[in-house]
Structures are given as C-alpha cells and as structure tokens.
Nanobody, 119 residues
Framework: QVQLVESGGGLVQAGGSLRLSCAASRSIFTINTMGWYRQAPGKQREWVAT???????NYADSVKGRFTISRDNAKNTVYLQMNSLKPEDTAVYYCKVVEIILTSTYEYWGQGTQVTVSS
C-alpha cells in the first residue's frame, strides 16, 4: 500500500505558476510510473503528465512546454511545476502511482488538490 498526499494547489492569476507536490508514504524507488491527472467541473478526469522510474517523461499536448514533472526518490515525492497557467487549467489535480510487482499491477491515487486560475 502507498498513501499519497498532494499539496501546493491554490488560486493564481493567468500567467502565474504553481508547484504541486505528491508525497508518498513509503519509498518510491520501486514505483514504476508516477503521474498527474486532473478533473475539471463537469468533465472527465484526464491525464496530464507521467514520469517513469527511469526518468522518462510524457505530457499531454495541452500542457507541453508549460508543465514539468519530476521525482525525488530520496524524498518519496513527485512534483508538477506548472508555468504560464491558463484558466482552462483550473481543476482538481490528482497524483497517481503505478507499481508492478511480479505479474501484479497496483494503482494508488491521492485525494487531489484544487488549482484555480483566474483570468
């Protein structure tokens, strides 16, 4: 089991920046993939960014060039640096980790943190 706690959300003006953090309750050294998702009111949850254990990153087209995902294994934490924020980035942001042990895959989600971007 892994408990995830997100933080860093808040209210920011368009063009501003925020850094989200997702702290895991134990070592993430064995975690295969860590990612961020978001869900805006009335919309389905969507993928934002992913980072693998090897440090490979992928981003949704809507955030590419503005958001950066990173992980610090020593602190058991994954980050999402969000720059040049737009009102359409307003959503609850969730952290998700995927752990593969032998032939079993485990997914864990955080409780979410609200990001609101005003125009």
């Amino acid at each position: 089991q892994v408990q995830l706690v997100e933080s860093g959300g808040g209210l920011v003006q368009a063009g501003g920046s925020l850094r989200l953090s997702c702290a895991a309750s134990r070592s993430i050294f064995t975690i295969n993939t860590m990612g961020w998702y978001r869900q805006a009111p009335g919309k389905q949850r969507e993928w934002v960014a992913t980072i693998t254990s090897g440090g490979n990153t992928n981003y949704a087209d809507s955030v590419k060039g503005r958001f950066t995902i990173s992980r610090d294994n020593a602190k058991n934490t994954v980050y999402l640096q969000m720059n040049s924020l737009k009102p359409e980035d307003t959503a609850v942001y969730y952290c998700k980790v995927v752990e593969i042990i032998l032939t079993s895959t485990y997914e864990y989600w955080g409780q979410g943190t609200q990001v609101t971007v005003s125009s």
